[in-house]
Nanobody, 117 residues
Framework: QVTLVESGGGLVQPGGSLNLSCAAS?????????LGWFRQAPGKQRELVAT???????RYGNFVNGRFTISRDNAKNMVFLQMNSLEPEDSAIYYC??????????WGQGTQVTVSP
């Protein structure tokens, strides 16, 4: 099993920045291949923000447009999301996501990001 715990959400003004962190723990850590982030705004489907595989392969959502950067510390079992040039449309609950080599998905409890003047 894997537990994911996010931190770093909050309220930020348009154009501002936030850095999200996610710590992974549990007995199945060695099986984790993918770590990353999804988000879900009210009334919308959950969507990919960014993922990074153990080997380094990156994937970003189409809306990112170079504003967000995902990084991963495999030794500490952590994944980070640096978000710059935030817009009100980026307001959502951001979920840490993990996927094992066997295809099992794991989710954190989510952290709220609100972009507002």
């Amino acid at each position: 099993q894997v537990t994911l715990v996010e931190s770093g959400g909050g309220l930020v003004q348009p154009g501002g920045s936030l850095n999200l962190s996610c710590a992974a723990s549990g007995s199945a850590l060695r099986s984790l291949e993918t770590l990353g982030w999804f988000r879900q705004a009210p009334g919308k489907q959950r969507e990919l923000v960014a993922t990074k595989l153990t080997g380094g392969t990156l994937r970003y959502g189409n809306f990112v447009n170079g504003r967000f950067t995902i990084s991963r510390d495999n030794a500490k079992n952590m994944v980070f999301l640096q978000m710059n040039s935030l817009e009100p449309e980026d307001s959502a609950i951001y979920y840490c996501y993990g996927r094992s080599l066997g295809g099992k998905n794991y989710w954190g409890q989510g952290t709220q990001v609100t972009v507002s003047p």
